[in-house]
């Protein structure tokens, strides 16, 4: 299976940016924007997450010259785990995937509160899978979307799904 993720970066208005914590490198000298290092880790034994550079001017830039963003691993983060609910859940329904794209399209904007927070996050699921028509499909990606651990832990934003069966 092949599963993409993806997040925006930016659009026709000048990109926004969300605060985010995450250790820092030493104060950037002014009039310049500091970088980072935000290490990921996981609590399984063998995992191979690693640590990832992140750029606060380079999270919307088009070209983030090999950095990511909080947003860019929130949506590997969540693409991922509705992949894996998808895929649990289709097989309960009497279905095997056979191929299997889900994308996750997440969105920053300012926090009426102040500050910046996570807008949206746009869900896209198409794939094949043997034994499910596309009545079936849609009521799996839409039970993997309230099942998934990863769509739970972000209820405060809103996630809309798109699913399409080949």
């Known amino acids: 299976m092949w599963w993409p993720w993806t997040a925006g970066r930016g659009g026709p ?3 926004e940016q969300e605060a985010h914590a995450c250790p820092l490198a ?3 000298p002014p009039g ?4 980072s290092r935000a290490p990921a880790r996981s609590s399984r034994a063998g995992s191979k997450v690693g640590t990832y550079d992140v750029s606060f001017p380079k999270r919307a830039a088009e070209d983030a010259d090999g950095t990511t ?7 590997a983060a969540h693409s991922a785990c509705y992949a894996m609910q998808f895929s649990a859940m289709a097989a309960q329904a009497g279905g095997t995937p056979r191929a299997l794209e889900v994308k996750a399209d ?3 904007g300012p926090d009426p509160a102040g500050g910046f927070r996570l807008t949206g ?3 896209t699921v198409t ?3 043997e034994g499910l028509d596309a009545d079936a499909f849609q009521r799996v990606a839409q039970q993997a979307k309230e099942g998934c651990p990863v769509s739970k832990a972000l209820t405060g934003v809103e996630i809309t799904l798109t699913a399409q069966a080949d």
């Open 69 to 75: 963003s909080p947003e860019e691993l929130i949506a």
């Open 121 to 123: 996050i746009a869900l």
């Open 106 to 108: 997440v969105s920053l």
């Open 26 to 28: 030493p104060p950037a």
């Open 13 to 15: 208005s000048p990109p």
């Open 32 to 35: 310049t924007a500091p970088s």
């Open 127 to 129: 794939g094949e899978v």
